[in-house]
Each structure stands twice: as C-alpha cells, then as structure tokens.
C-alpha cells in the first residue's frame, strides 16, 4: 500500500527539478493543494504517478528568432514552444509575444491549459509558446518580419494533428494571418495549423469574441446558481485587450453595468456604465490604434486613474482580464470592503494565492481562469472541427455552442467542488479537469 501523497513533499521535488519558475510552482500548487487529497482516495492515479508526470511537460523547444528591424538592424529574441500534455488531443494553447515571456510563464500557462482544456470537453492536449518580443511601437513590417522568422523555426514542430497553436497576450488575428503565411509558404500546405485564423482562409466566427463572452456567460451561470441575476449588476473589468473588450461587451448585451476597463496605463471609469458605442470607439484605439486608453479622457464621461487598477472601486462584480498576478491580497481586500460579491477571471492566474484566500474568507465567489476563461480555446477546437469537416458554422450556433459548454464546465466544477456550505471551483476545476486526463494516461500505460 502506498503512503499518502503530502503537498510539502511533491512541491519540494517539483521547485527542486524547476528552480526559478516561480509562476511555475504558483500554479502547480494551485492544483495540487486540491487534487492531492483526491488523489490519496483513488490510489490508482498515486501508484502511476499521473501528478508527477502531469507536471513534467512532454517536450520543451526552445529557438533563436533572428530578424531585421526597419532601420536595418539585426535583433535576435528567444521564441518557445511548451508541449505540455497530448494525452486527450493535440498540443493547444496560445502563443504570447511580450517582453515578461519566460520558461516560467510558459510552463504555467501550459500546466493551466492541460486542465482547462479537459474542461471544454473537447478532444484538445495542452501547449503554450511564444517569445520575449515586445510589438509595442513595431511598425506592421516589423511584426510580418518577427512572425515569419518565427514561424521558420517553429513550423516543424506543429500540425493540425500534433500541436495547433492560437492567439494570446501580444498575438492577434494580424500575427495568426503572417505566421500562417509561412508556414504556408514553407510546407505548401493550407490545413488546420493554427486557430484565430481570418474569416477568409478558415477561420471561426466569435472565436475573436469567445473567451470575454465565455468568461461573462460563466459569471452568469455562477450568479444563477447561487439565486443572483447579472442583470443591472455593476461590474469592474481590468484590462483592454481581446478578453477584456468582449467581457465587456457580453456584460452590456446581459445588460450588467461595466464601469471600468484598464490597460499597462491605467484605468478608465466610466461612472454611468459603458455604452456599446463607447466600446466601438474603445476597440478601435485599442485594437486598431494600438493606443493608450487616456486618450479617451475628454471624449468620455468619464474619469483616468494614471497608473492605477480599477479594484478600489466600489461594484458588485470583478473580471481580471489583464494578465497573471494583476490582482494582489490588497486589491481583494478593497473589493471585500466595497460587497463585491463574485470574481470570475478572464485572464490566466490573474490573482495571486493571498487575493483567494480573501475571496474565500470574505465568501466571495471565485472563478478559476482555467473554468471560466476556457471559452477560447472551445470555440478554437470548434475551428479545427469545422476546418475538419470543410463547412463553417453560423454564429448563432456556435454562440448557442459556446453558451452550452460554458454552462457544461460550471456544472462540472459545481458537480466536484460542492462542499457543505459553498461551491470551492478551484477544487471544482481542478478535479473535473484532472481526472480525464489522467484516466487517458493511465489507459496508455507507462509512456
Ligand atoms: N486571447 C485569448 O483567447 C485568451 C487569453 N487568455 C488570457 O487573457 C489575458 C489577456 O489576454 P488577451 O486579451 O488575449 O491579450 P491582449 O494582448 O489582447 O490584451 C492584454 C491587455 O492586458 C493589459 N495588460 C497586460 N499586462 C498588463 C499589466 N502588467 N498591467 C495592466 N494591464 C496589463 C494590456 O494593456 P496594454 O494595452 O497597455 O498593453 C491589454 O489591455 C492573458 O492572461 C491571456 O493569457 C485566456 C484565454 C484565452
Ligand atoms: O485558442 C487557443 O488555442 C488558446 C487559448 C489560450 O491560449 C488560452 O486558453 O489561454
């Protein structure tokens, strides 16, 4: 009989073997403070080490990505790609262009993706890549320039039946259109690569919209369930990017009342609550303009906190929709002060492991970004699934779809999270997202 997995030991061996990944460890212990107890009650997942070699990813590559600027200068960055688990599908995760890319962040985001996708309920691995490349201030030439050479060194280890790879913090349907382009040029094949594609050459309707409209639809699911309506419901949503931006717009269609959006500047309040037509003009500064949102001040009513994050302003609801660690223990105590009643993330580990115990002892509720952002990455499989079959759904069925599975997912954290008194939806998330996967590899056997 084995003895009982303890969260102390596994970690130390996990910070052991991966020094210096600190996003790393944040986010293995996130899942092994709740799998490992379940994992003590179904021996069979101890006896083959499925959490240890869950948290071992299958392949890590990493390439020198070697470009020329428009002044003629020669700039050299380091791109990767974290092959995480393909025990349920093919390697799927974003790529990520920003200066903060590092093994550590790309390992996080990978182990996130591996339970996330399980989640969606569709035949999808877990990767994750992308390069320490800043595309703020590029120019258009400069970012085609970076994605070809990064493409050329990341073609031969991606395939629609291997690893597809998508859009993340820095990467957008223009860099899926010039990396898509050469791989294009370089195999002479047009096949299912990549998902966020254009329209045009097989791409899916929403799925520019499907992770902010994901993360709006579970915080709906979540409310329901717990005898709330989102309706009239004041919100706060940080950021201002692809999941931001459609966050927003499904909690205006929902009728909620956005109050604030936010970017590497600071943060816009709009005290009456965003209308779609300021959201048009938003999108088109943000998404076209590549500008800083203070240039809104004096179009809007509305006010600019310089530097500032919108957590210290009173709302009932809050959507992290930035980037990981943007909400702090501080930010959750602010938002306790102010009744917030729930959080639902729409970025990847948005807030730290002190902001949850907040949300926890304040009974707040809490939404994982691995439940409540994996919308995305759906409506990404429904793009491989209709590249597959050559047709195109339209957008109210894959709305309907997307709605569906987002509703699917919070069944199934309510399904392994109940507890007495409150649904726990990490440990809701992570159960339900673990025991797919691990119960693949254990029909493997050992590999
Ligand atoms: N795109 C997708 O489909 C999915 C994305 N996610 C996650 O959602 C999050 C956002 O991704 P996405 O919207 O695609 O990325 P974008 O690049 O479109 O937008 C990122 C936004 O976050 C802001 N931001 C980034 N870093 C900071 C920071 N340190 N402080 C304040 N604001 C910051 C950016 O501000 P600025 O404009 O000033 O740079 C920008 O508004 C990430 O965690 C990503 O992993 C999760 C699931 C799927
Ligand atoms: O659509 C995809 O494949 C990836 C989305 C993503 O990167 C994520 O869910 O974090």
Redesign the pocket.
Known sequence: MYDDLTLEHFMDGLIKRNPHEPEFHQAVKEVAESVIPFINQNKQYQQAHILERMTEPDKVVSFRVTWEDDEGNIRINRGYRVQFNNAIGPY???LRFDPSVSLSVLKF?GF??TF?NSLTTLPIGAG?GGADFNPKGKSDREIMRFCQSFMTQLYQHIGPNMD?????IGVGSKEISYLFGQYKRITHRVESVL??KAIEYGGSLIRTEA?GYGNAYFMQAMLAHHQHDIKSKTCLVSGSGNVALHCAEKLIHLDAKVLTLSDSSGTLFIPDGLTQEQLEKIKDIKIQQRKRLDVLTHEFDCEFFENKKPWHIKAELAFPCATQNELTEEDAKQLADNACIAVSEGA?MPCTPEAVKVFHDNKILYAPGKAA??G??AV?ALEMSQNSIRMSWSHEELEEKLHNIMKQIHDKCVQHGENEDHVDYVKGANIAGFIKVADAMLAYGVV
């Open positions: 799927k995760g974003g985001l996130e993706q996330k994750k597809v790879p998508a859009g993340d998902t966020g992770t990847n952002n994996a995305g990455v990404s």
